[in-house]
């Protein structure tokens, strides 16, 4: 995410229209969503090319065991033969139970990802509409200001009037933007630690899950034995 500038010297009144320490807030906050978003897209990238590199082993282990078993070896060699073919029927089974748990993963850590990301262009959006609302405050009470330092005859006092009259929908409209944002923004940062607990339990399930090669996280193939070979 680019970040916000936000203009402070442009069209600036001389009167301070929103407090220094409510500015510092709003960017604070902001600024702490900015890298939320920016951490979000990294981790639904970085889970993509996990889960794709899962499957693209457990695949690439199924065709070296097809490939072994065009091996003229074993048509000569029994032994060689239900080896392989022990191989073939292991590496299809971790085929399926890889897909298995990137199918799950999909459904309980990147779909949500991919939903809690969806919010920050609207919420970038609304910082948006925020400034502006901003810059149009700033600009009023200028001309307001304006007038207020002229003498104070009849059309200055019209025009004074008038600004004023389009000051007050302005300076509300700021007012709620900046209120609202400055009210959802902390309980929307707050909230992602409730938001991505299930996901991540449901990660560290997916990858903990008994192989279905009989629970060994060191049995690859269903016949091989501590200390004999295949």
Not at 84 to 92: E, R
Not at 144 to 172: F, I, N, S, W
Not at 192 to 209: C, G, H, K, M, V
Request: glycine content about 4%; overall charge positive; some cysteine.
């Amino acid at each position: 995410m680019s970040t916000l500038r936000i203009p402070f010297k442009i069209g600036q009144p001389k009167k301070q229209i929103v407090p220094k320490t409510v500015e510092r807030d709003f960017e604070r906050e902001y600024g702490k969503l900015q890298q939320l978003e920016e951490q979000t897209k990294r981790l639904q990238k970085d889970m993509r090319k996990s889960t794709d590199a899962d499957l693209a082993m457990s695949k690439s282990a199924v065709k070296i065991s097809l490939d072994l078993l065009s091996n003229p070896l074993c048509e000569q060699d029994q032994d060689f033969l239900n080896m392989v073919t022990a191989l073939d029927t292991a590496m299809k089974r971790m085929d399926a139970f890889n897909q298995e748990k990137v199918n799950q993963i999909q459904k309980t850590v990147i779909e949500p990802l991919k939903k809690f990301g969806s919010v920050f262009p609207s919420l970038n959006m609304a910082v948006k509409r925020r400034e502006q609302a901003l810059q149009d405050y700033r600009r009023l009470q200028a001309k307001v200001e304006k007038y207020e330092e002229k003498e104070k005859t009849g059309p200055v006092l019209a025009k004074l009037h008038q600004a004023r009259e389009e000051l007050r929908p302005v300076r509300d409209d700021f007012e709620a933007k900046n209120k609202q944002l400055l009210d959802e923004m902390p309980r929307f940062y707050n909230s992602r630690l409730d938001y991505f607990q299930p996901s991540f339990e449901s990660l560290i399930r997916a990858q903990t899950l008994i192989s279905p090669f009989g629970g060994r996280p060191g049995s690859v193939l269903p016949f091989s034995n501590p200390g004999q070979g295949p």
